[in-house]
């Protein structure tokens, strides 16, 4: 059975950082693309990062570009994000799923590959 739990979220001042987690079972992660998303109130989910599979390589959306890193430790089957420069504007509740990315010129569009999702995580910044 495919499960995501994600952790670390919290409320949090403009300006600063939190680093969410992701404990992943159920397959394999280090055959499947990695991706958070976020969902904010009234808004359509929005896929923000991805790690691939092969060779790690990183997509990230335009809005946390420079700002957000993902990464991944597949001997454990967690996926990390970093965020720093926190702002209103991130407040969501984030998620993280397998993922794939489509490219959209001239920007790569995060999409799930998959209908699975954990609970999420709340990120609130607020001052």
């Known amino acids: 059975q495919v499960q995501f739990v994600e952790s670390g979220g919290g409320l949090v001042q403009p300006g600063g950082s939190l680093r969410l987690s992701c404990a992943a079972s159920g397959f394999t992660s280090d055959r499947s693309h990695m991706g958070w998303f976020r969902q904010a109130p009234g808004k359509e989910r929005e896929g923000i990062a991805c790690i691939t599979s092969r060779d790690g390589g990183t997509y990230y959306a335009n809005s946390v570009k420079g700002r957000f890193t993902i990464s991944s430790d597949n001997a454990k089957n967690m996926v990390h994000l970093q965020m720093n420069s926190l702002n209103p504007e991130d407040t969501a509740v984030y998620y993280c799923?397998?993922?794939?990315?489509?490219?959209?010129?001239?920007?790569?569009?995060?999409?799930?590959?998959?209908?699975?999702w954990g609970q999420g995580t709340q990120v609130t910044v607020s001052s």
């Open positions: 799923a397998t993922a794939r990315v489509r490219y959209e010129p001239p920007n790569f569009i995060i999409v799930p590959y998959s209908d699975y």
